[in-house]
């Protein structure tokens, strides 16, 4: 007793040499966001291990059925611990039971060349298929209420948020009857990287909401068994998870830069491009300028996608009364006339690019010319995927698009500029510079 006495009087009087640091909120937003279900379960636990059951041709279970459920459905390998789910699923009260949600990295993660990237939009994704399979897996032949997804890599995000307010009142109670407040399922919208919220005051293609705004992370969290009291509880938290996203870093270019070409890139880059897109280094600069539909000339269909009847729902309803707004209590929708220039930092791992995903890479972007029209592409995310050339995923140009009579999942592999919300005109300001002047644009931006 005498030997431990001494150990146990050190213990008491120096408590904290034990404790583990306190998490910063960045940290436990990080925690947050990987290991709670916000929104009980969509799927019963049988569903995952089931679904290569609605794989046309498919008898049994393939030896390599992760592998399979991550390709079929542009998943990624969760690089934290996820009951051995991909990212973008995860387990979920159900009822009484345990099933199978899905939550922000469904969208917001991708992968790099094999790595995992929280953060970046997940241009991979067949959301169509994946719920479509889910429920049938689930032994549920329902068609979905809408479109998810008309092309593979985007989705009809904003359409989510129209559909789900509908079935809320102001104070987000169950509504039995839905109100359609503008419901749209053609904008394709691709997914911006959560990275550049650092920089913005706005959030969203239009520029639309206060980016400081932690309320609007939460429409995903309209589940019908998510009652009011729910959002008031995850609030905290998700302040926490805004914490998040705004100290998270873009990835590095990992390949080699002509330091010379990027030199001469970056001098044409501020003569013509910077007072949109900003500039980059210790003294960066960035506008927060929303560019008119008139003057930027791409696809307006995801700026008419937000009616003014979802405007006024959301901003009368309790996410729009989140406290310390703009000039008006709240932060509210806002109506702009048209699409904000984004930051370009991480600009070479975020292709495709415009807001639609319409251009593969960034010689596109900076040739108007060169963009294809008919086109299909792996959807994977490996070396061999990436056109090292001109800086975005490789592509193959098709002459015709697949017949009507293909399956969906295959028709959504083929990105057709021609079809509503897939146009890839407009943004031509490139146009104007030599060959030699947009290539040297391009190695600078692999720096950014």
């Not at 019908?224 to 302040?239: I, S, T, Y």
Request: hydrophobic share 35%; glycine share 8%; proline share 8%.
């Amino acid at each position: 007793m005498r030997r431990l006495l001494p150990i146990l009087l050190l213990a008491l009087a120096s408590p904290a040499a034990a404790a583990e640091p306190a998490l910063t909120p960045a940290q436990r937003g990080y925690k947050a966001l990987t290991e709670t279900a916000f929104i009980p379960g969509f799927w019963t636990a049988r569903s995952v291990p089931n679904i290569w059951k609605a794989w046309d041709g498919v008898k049994e279970r393939p030896a390599d059925f992760d592998a399979q459920l991550r390709d079929r459905y542009g998943l990624h390998a969760a690089p934290y611990p996820n009951d051995g789910l991909p990212m973008g699923l995860r387990k979920a009260p159900l009822l009484l039971a345990t099933g199978i949600g899905n939550d922000c990295m469904l969208c917001h993660a991708s992968s790099l060349f094999g790595t995992s990237v929280v953060g970046l939009g997940n241009s991979s994704l067949d959301i169509q298929s994946l719920f479509e399979d889910m429920a049938r897996a689930d032994g549920v032949i329902k068609k979905l209420p809408f479109t998810f997804s008309n092309v593979r890599g985007t989705n009809e995000a904003d359409g989510f948020g129209v559909y789900l307010l509908g079935f809320r009142n102001p104070d987000l109670s169950l509504n039995s009857k839905w109100k359609d407040l503008g419901l749209r399922d053609d904008t394709c919208s691709d997914v911006p990287a959560w990275w550049l919220l650092r920089k913005k005051r706005t959030i969203y293609h239009t520029g639309a909401t206060d980016s400081r705004s932690v309320r609007t992370l939460m429409q995903f969290m309209l589940h019908p068994l998510n009652g009011p009291e729910a959002f008031e509880k995850a609030e905290p938290a998700f302040k926490d998870v805004q914490q998040y996203l705004l100290s998270l870093e873009p990835p590095k270019y990992p390949f080699a830069v002509d330091k010379p070409l990027a030199a001469k890139g970056e001098a044409v880059f501020a003569d013509h491009c910077a007072k949109c897109h900003g500039t980059y280094g210790d003294k960066w600069t960035y506008p927060n300028k929303v560019v008119p539909l008139a003057e930027i000339g791409t696809d307006p269909t995801r700026h008419a996608g937000v009616d003014i009847a979802y405007g006024k729902a959301y901003s009368e309803s309790w996410f729009g009364k989140e406290n310390a707004g703009w000039f008006v209590p709240g932060k509210q929708l806002r109506w702009t006339p048209g699409y904000q220039a984004p930051p370009l930092d991480g600009v070479w791992a975020t292709a495709p690019y415009f807001h639609n995903g319409s251009v593969p890479t960034l010689a596109g972007v900076l040739n108007s010319k060169a963009r294809p029209k008919l086109y299909t592409r792996s959807f994977k995310t490996e070396v061999t995927d990436y056109d090292l050339a001109n800086v975005g995923w490789k592509v193959t140009e098709l002459k015709e698009p697949p017949p009507e009579s293909a399956p969906g999942s295959e028709k959504r592999k083929v990105y057709d500029t021609s079809k509503p919300g897939r146009s890839n005109k407009g943004h031509t300001y490139g146009d104007d510079l030599t060959d030699a002047e947009r290539a040297a644009v391009v190695e600078y931006l692999k720096t950014l």
